[in-house]
């Protein structure tokens, strides 16, 4: 099974590059998440608010149109304790732009062109989880 | 409107993918983080499928001059690292692994995440609105 998860995962891999290669051959843009949310968030980037509106509505729509095709129920598998889930969405916000990125606009996007940023800033956040993993869940068992 | 129409092509992909590798489920996330623990190396796995087309698209962009719509590509950013680059993606990096949450993920799973995939979206606007003022005071700290 864990076999199976490895191939889905190449193959979900290839479509989310192929889907930053759209959007950097067709619209000239770099596909990263937090950049596209963050500039209509703090209104930086309304000059070009339609194509991060099309790029948004189709990342919700998208999958949603797909969990038909699931036999079983799709699930986020994420914590009922909303206080870490807010803790998380304050950290996940204020870091991804104050780094100018977050796992798709410095990890894939950066890593591909030998973004000495974006291979940096991947380091910083891998290791960053990892400690969280060890401290919340393995030292204080909270997660 | 060609713009627009490739801009929810690549969304539409992204998402797709994200499902279909497993990114939407944090326990995946947390699992590959998780070194000291029951270890899921799906992730590498993603990243590196992600990588290899992206990887392919630069080179032509070397090849090309505009993007289709006209647009030119993006320069090659300042390779200067700076302090808010290391201290902001220490801060996502832990962020992602309290709840296995980035924010493409986050998004696409809106649908289904329930209360508390919005709770974090909500959580992760306030903290990019947050991020200026912040920036602000950490360079005024820096400057000293």
Redesign the interface.
């Known amino acids: 099974m864990i076999e199976m998860d490895w191939i889905w995962g190449l193959v979900g891999g290839l479509m989310i590059g192929t889907a930053a290669a759209i959007f950097l051959l067709g619209n000239g843009r770099i596909m990263g998440a937090s950049g596209i949310i963050g500039g209509l968030v703090d209104r930086s980037g309304l000059s070009n608010w339609q194509e991060r509106a099309a790029f948004l509505a189709a990342l919700v729509v998208v999958p949603a149109l797909m969990l038909p095709l699931y036999n079983v129920e799709v699930t986020t598998n994420i914590t009922d304790n909303l206080v870490l889930v807010v803790a998380a969405g304050l950290l996940v916000g204020i870091g991804t732009r104050l780094a100018n990125g977050c796992t798709s606009g410095h990890g894939v996007c950066g890593i591909s062109r030998f973004s000495l940023r974006g291979m940096v800033s991947t380091v910083f956040y891998l290791l960053a989880g990892g400690i969280a993993m060890v401290l919340f869940r393995h030292v204080l068992g909270v997660i | 409107m060609?713009?627009?129409?490739?801009?929810?092509?690549?969304?539409?992909?992204?998402?797709?993918?994200?499902?279909?590798?497993?990114?939407?489920?944090?326990?995946?996330v947390?699992g590959w983080?998780?070194?000291?623990?029951a270890w899921?190396?799906?992730?590498?796995?993603?990243?590196?499928?992600?990588?290899?087309?992206?990887?392919?698209?630069?080179h032509?962009?070397t090849r090309?001059a505009?993007?289709?719509?006209g647009?030119?590509?993006?320069a090659?950013?300042d390779?200067k690292?700076g302090h808010?680059?290391?201290?902001?993606?220490?801060?996502?990096?832990?962020?992602?692994?309290?709840?296995?949450?980035?924010?493409?993920?986050?998004?696409?799973?809106?649908?289904?995440?329930?209360?508390?995939?919005i709770?974090?979206?909500?959580?992760?606007?306030?903290?990019?609105?947050?991020?200026?003022p912040?920036?602000a005071r950490?360079d005024q700290a820096a400057a000293i």
Do not use: E, H, Y
Not at chain 2, 33 to 37: I, N, R
Not at chain 2, 66 to 69: E, L, N, P
Not at chain 2, 99 to 106: D, H, I, K, M
């Open positions: 060609l713009r627009t129409i490739l801009a929810a092509a690549s969304g539409g992909l992204f998402g797709a993918g994200l499902l279909v590798s497993g990114m939407t489920d944090t326990t995946k947390q983080l998780d070194v000291f623990g899921d190396p799906t992730l590498a796995f993603v990243l590196g499928g992600a990588i290899l087309p992206m990887a392919l698209a630069w032509l962009t090309r505009k993007a289709i719509v647009t030119p590509f993006p090659r950013p390779p690292l808010n680059l290391v201290i902001g993606s220490v801060l996502f990096g832990a962020g992602w692994g309290l709840v296995g949450l980035c924010p493409g993920p986050a998004i696409a799973s809106l649908s289904w995440g329930g209360t508390g995939g709770v974090f979206i909500l959580a992760m606007v306030a903290g990019m609105l947050a991020a200026n912040i920036r950490i």
